[in-house]
C-alpha cells in the first residue's frame, strides 16, 4: 500500500505563492505518475497537474499553466507544487494521488479515476 502525506497549504492573499509538498511512503511501483487535483466547495474535483516520476514529464490542467509548477525529488520520494500569482479561484483541498503507468504512455493520457492512491488533503484559501 502507498501512503501519501500533503503539507504546505495555508491562507495566503491573491498574488502570493505557495508550495505544496506530498511525501510518498509504502510500496512504490517502477514506473508511475503523481497527480495533484483540488476540489473547491460545491464543485467537481479538478484535475491540477500531473508528473511522471521516471524522465519527469509533466502536464497541467488549463486553468493553472504558467503559474503552477510540478516537480520531483526522487530522494525524497516528494513531489512538489508550486503556485504562483495565486488567484481566489485558486482556493480549494489540494490532493495529491499516485497511479503506476507505463513507460510507453504519457501522462497527459490519464484520467482521474485512473489514480489509485490519494492523500488526505491539504486547504489552500486565497484571499482578494
Known amino acids: 500500500q502507498v501512503q501519501l502525506a500533503e503539507s504546505g497549504g495555508g491562507l495566503v492573499q491573491a498574488g502570493d505563492s505557495l508550495r505544496l509538498s506530498c511525501a510518498a511512503s509504502?510500496?512504490?511501483?517502477?514506473?508511475?505518475?503523481m497527480g495533484w487535483f483540488r476540489q473547491a466547495p460545491g464543485k467537481e474535483r479538478e484535475f491540477v497537474a500531473a508528473i511522471k516520476w521516471r524522465g519527469g514529464s509533466t502536464y497541467y490542467g488549463d486553468s493553472v499553466k504558467g503559474r503552477f509548477t510540478i516537480s520531483r525529488d526522487n530522494a525524497k520520494n516528494t513531489v512538489y507544487l508550486q503556485m504562483n500569482s495565486l488567484k481566489p479561484e485558486d482556493t480549494a483541498i489540494y490532493y495529491c494521488a499516485t497511479v503506476p503507468i507505463t513507460e510507453w504512455r504519457p501522462v497527459s493520457d490519464l484520467r482521474q479515476y485512473e489514480y489509485k492512491h490519494w492523500g488526505q488533503g491539504t486547504q489552500v484559501t486565497v484571499s482578494s
Open positions: 509504502g510500496r512504490t511501483y517502477s514506473t508511475y505518475a
